[in-house]
């Protein structure tokens, strides 16, 4: 197991939720339904970071469906762009974006954030716009 | 001269910062068309991307704090350059235009603000363009037509996803290339033009943006672009940043102009462009020349 997945489960474990209870958190956040999703794969197949997630889109709302804990450990949430390519693609409506967004957030509002500034170095943050540090900072931390 | 017919304009943070270009450009090239941007007073940064948990009205206090200053000012609407400020404020208002719940608990929360109303729309400066001035209007200002410039757009994301709050068809958008037109440029077809840049990424997973900005620009080079034009400033930070890197590890490597929309219709109309790359300056005095001798 490599290390970044153990460090995900062990996160995922310092949330003390259920599985059960992930679901009707994401669902209540997103205000989406996960079972509408059938599978297609449409979703993934638009997804432009796709490749660089260890669950692939549709396979995270299927690890939701299945009340699999990887849906809460796969990097996919952190990776995810909210481009919405998915969502204009989806022949269910299903908004995949939102869906991620409620799952960073059950870990954000824990405290538990994916960027920090410590994490960068001056240079960095010379160098990237502000639109760059608001925006992962927003979607990236508590 | 005629008077100069007033837009409300929200500037948003980069365009104050790195992206100063595209505001000089699009300032110079309204005036050119009849129009002053009159920049939104107070205005405050939007936080560039809109909060997508339905509880989470904290966030949507900034966007509505800026729908209050156009409100203010006795506006009905607020046009935006920046195609992330376009987004967030955008779907900020159709989320608590009209719904009176959301309105209240807002205005509740905000109690030295004056009340917001709803009425405040807001529309991108492309739409200004194409559905209030129209392409016929643009075109008779160019003064220095763009015959021979091969144009790739880069719509990115923001101005067409999600559905609800797109400018154009989202699958096959073409105000971009309708606009390129109008300038007498030819736009160029290529399969990335409404792919996602990788966004704000580029903060900690900077090799996936270098890798798919590298993938875009590669296909509109394919495809024949002198230049590629963009609405968003983070899209144009991020392929002029991966071209920074494949400058420096790739011999010989030819730089692709990156410029936004609006210097674009600048040097169609010959107005203040801001900084405009010196290989594509070159390129359009060269048809220019051409042209005068043919
Ligand atoms: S496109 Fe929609 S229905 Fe198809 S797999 Fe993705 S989320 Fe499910
Ligand atoms: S919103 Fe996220 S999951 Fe959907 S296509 Fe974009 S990056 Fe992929
Ligand atoms: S999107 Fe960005 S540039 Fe625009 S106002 Fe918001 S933070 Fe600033
Ligand atoms: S920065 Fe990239 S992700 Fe954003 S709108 Fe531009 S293309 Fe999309």
Not at chain 1, 75 to 89: D, F, G, K, P
Not at chain 2, 132 to 161: D, Q
Not at chain 2, 234 to 251: A, M, Y
């Amino acid at each position: 197991m490599t290390k970044a997945k153990q460090t995900a489960q062990e996160e995922f474990a310092l949330l003390e939720l259920s599985m059960d209870e992930i679901v009707d958190k994401v669902e209540e956040l997103s205000g989406e339904n996960v079972f509408d999703c059938y599978q297609c794969g449409m979703c993934s197949a638009g997804c432009p970071l796709a490749e660089e997630m260890d669950l692939l889109p549709n396979q995270v709302l299927h690890a939701l469906q299945m009340k699999d804990p990887e849906a809460m450990s796969a990097n996919s949430m952190w990776i995810c762009a909210s481009c919405y390519t998915c969502q204009v693609r989806c022949p269910k409506g299903v908004d995949l974006a939102k869906v991620m967004e409620a799952m960073r957030q059950i870990y954000l509002r824990k405290r538990m954030d994916h960027v920090s500034l410590d994490g960068l170095s001056h240079r960095e943050i010379r160098r990237l716009p502000q639109i760059a540090i608001v925006a992962s900072f927003r979607k990236k931390t508590g | 001269m005629n008077k100069l017919e007033k837009l409300t304009y929200f500037p948003g943070c980069t365009l104050k910062d790195t992206a100063s270009d595209f505001e000089i450009s699009g300032m110079a090239v309204m005036e050119a068309l009849g129009y002053v941007l009159e920049e939104l007073e107070r205005w405050n940064c939007c936080g560039t991307v809109f909060s997508l948990t339905d509880d989470d009205l904290m966030h949507q206090i900034g966007p509505v704090r800026d729908l209050i200053r156009a409100q203010e000012a006795g506006s009905e609407e607020i046009i935006t350059l920046c195609s992330m400020c376009y987004a967030t404020l955008k779907r900020s208002s159709l989320f608590v235009n009209g719904n009176q719940e959301r309105l209240d608990k807002i205005n509740a929360f905000m109690n030295k603000e004056i009340d917001y109303e709803g009425k405040v729309s807001v529309h991108h400066l492309l739409e200004v363009l194409r559905d209030r001035i129209g392409w016929e209007k643009v075109e008779e200002r160019v003064t220095n037509p763009l015959e021979g410039l091969s144009v790739a757009p880069f719509y990115g994301c923001t101005l067409l996803r999600p559905q609800e709050i797109a400018i154009d068809d989202p699958d096959a958008p073409t105000v971009l290339q309708d606009l390129t037109q109008a300038l007498w440029a030819t736009p160029i077809d290529y399969a990335y033009s409404v792919e996602c840049c990788g966004a704000y990424q580029v903060v900690d997973h900077r090799d996936v943006v270098i890798e798919r900005t590298h993938r875009i620009m590669s296909a509109a080079r394919r495809a024949g672009a002198d230049v590629i034009v963009t609405s968003c400033p983070l899209c144009h930070f991020n392929l002029s940043d991966t071209q920074k890197e494949l400058v420096r590890t790739i011999p010989d490597y030819e730089e692709m102009p990156i410029i936004y929309f609006t210097q674009l219709m600048a040097l169609g109309f010959g107005v203040e462009a801001g900084k405009i790359p010196a290989s594509l300056k070159a390129k359009v005095k060269r048809l220019q020349t051409v042209k005068g001798e043919g």
